[in-house]
């Protein structure tokens, strides 16, 4: 009940369509809202109306208030070190990706495009993202267990992995490689945390850090100088810059993540924010588990339980996706629009279509409904 | 001294680098600041969290708010016809110059790249923002003037055009072409408004017309549903949408700035926004052509008087950037850093580095300076 009244209720009909095909994080709402006016922020009408937030950075485009918060909040979850590395702000990560394709490929002066690959099931956009507009500078050449070509290429590594929440490693492993780590996915209420990641470039985002989708805020941690000032030109060439205003939002934002993790600092009506996320998602796939156990038709990814140096416990992972896979053949994403469950077919993850992936960061009555749902869906012999 | 007041001071030491390459319109600081909190906006914590602004609308991630002002401010001002329009947001007009490009060339499924084509002066980012991913659907094809391909072909109309403030139209005229008109200065204060386009194609940006280039807020009117649908994509693989913080604070300030030219409406405090910036760009061309009038170095371009429907009376342009040429065969832009003034090269236009482009923007203290400076600047023979 202390959810539903925190949410805006969507009162929706029995037989409303529940579209958990996109990952929209709108589970996070039920916390802002019970914080009020805690981080509410005000734009006058003269505040920054110049392209500059801070001339004499490298990334002359990004509010300092937002960078000292995203060292900040690093720092308090334990999951990426910042020293030594340049921030580059994006609206949102996928333009960060875009960036870095850009960043990586251009200098070689290659003659053909630069390959990018990803070890299936990967991410559904990263394919359209980097072929959208035929680049003749990089170039989707899809499952990185495949690849074999030799010369230089872009390893896209998704930990924890959209979308089924697996922690992951580089598998090619050639010496030309340039990797990307897309670390979207990683901070506690989806996975333990287990050392400070400090790979030569990182890609984070406020979506689903703390469900504020709509402000288009991502970062990039990145060790090379040349790398970062290439994504700065990207950007630059590409929007001028990132929302000043999202910006700072999303600065205030995660100040109160940080503040709301802190023994000193937090005040008592203050729930740590990962803890509460870690919570509703560990609630959820619960759920989701005792309904599947006990339905031949479906199988969910196991997780193993590991130390999270940022709860203090051993915890397993409760991904903000579930990878559900269909027992009978099957598509299985048909199957769940047969029932008014819009998911995501694993095809568009260069996987089986047996497959599919369930948003699980919905709001509470969207979750409901799709569990509720799921019950009566058993074997297609008995005609669902 | 009034707007010095409502300026936030510099205090530019005298021999202070003036940066009047980027088209910064902090000009306009003066007039926000007066307002004080008439259009300052609010966000909570719990807002905007979802990607989804109108999933019901074909641009699912604008906010209804921003697309009822930007039609309410067309009909005040009378620069653009919307009915029968489709809305597209975009982050800045530079992303929306891409989504048209793609949405144009993509469906075309040619063997080559379309070529994109502009007169020259041409705005200086048109082949950047065109070849910098080299794509494979469109290529920067230079001077409009010197095109003679067959086949499909994409004309960008800037009118009034930047850098030289010149009312435009198309000049290749062959039958596969295809126009985007960029409005970007298209408002009262920089043009007289000699009736509302209606272009297949229009831009719009908000950085232009009311100064507020940190938001990256644009907006194109297009025509054909299917164009609309295409650009829509374009920014969905892009950036997923627009921050709605930036959105919505848009919203505010273009209600605020319809009501500021309304009889009725307008409180009296608040100065027709229009009218005011015109004002303030009269006086500052004013004292640069009383200044070069006298100068046998530079020369500046002249501008019709025409009858402009929004103010009621016969006006000259007052652009947003001086076009200015040296006389004597020098490089302008060289000459203008050596007194340290930045300036954007003609050669970044497609035109000759006798020629630079000086915005019009920037805050007083900039542009007095700037001023001051230029007084000093006579023939190369005079050791200057």
New interface residues.
Partial sequence: PEDTENNSRLNLPADAIINLD?G???M??SY??K???????????????????NSKNLCWFLEPKLEEEIKKLHNVVGNATVEGYHIVVG??S??LI?AVL?ALSDPLNEANPISVVSATPYYS?YS??TD??????YKWAGDAHNFDKDGPYIEMVTSPNNPDGVIREPVVNKAQGMLVHDLAYYWPQYTPITGPADYDIMLFTV?KCT???????GWALVRDINVARKMVK?IE??????????QQ?AAK?LE?ISDSCSQTVRPPELDNFFEYGQHLLTERWKKLKDLVEFNELFTLPKFPLQYCNFTGDFTEAHPAFAWMKCEEEVDCEKLFRGHKILTRSGKRFGSDPKYVRISMMSRDEEFDLFVQRLSSIHGIANGN
Same sequence: chains 1, 2.
């Fill in positions: 996109h929209d994080p709108t996070y709402e802002w809202r914080l009020g006016n805690m981080c509410t922020v005000m734009f006058t009408g003269y505040q920054s109306l110049s392209y500059f937030a609206t949102g996928s333009q875009q850009y956009s359209e993202v959208f507009v035929r680049s003749g500078l979506s469900g504020h989708a709509g402000s288009r805020i990207f060439i590409n929007t001028i810059g990132v929302s000043k205003e999202a939002r934002i109160v």
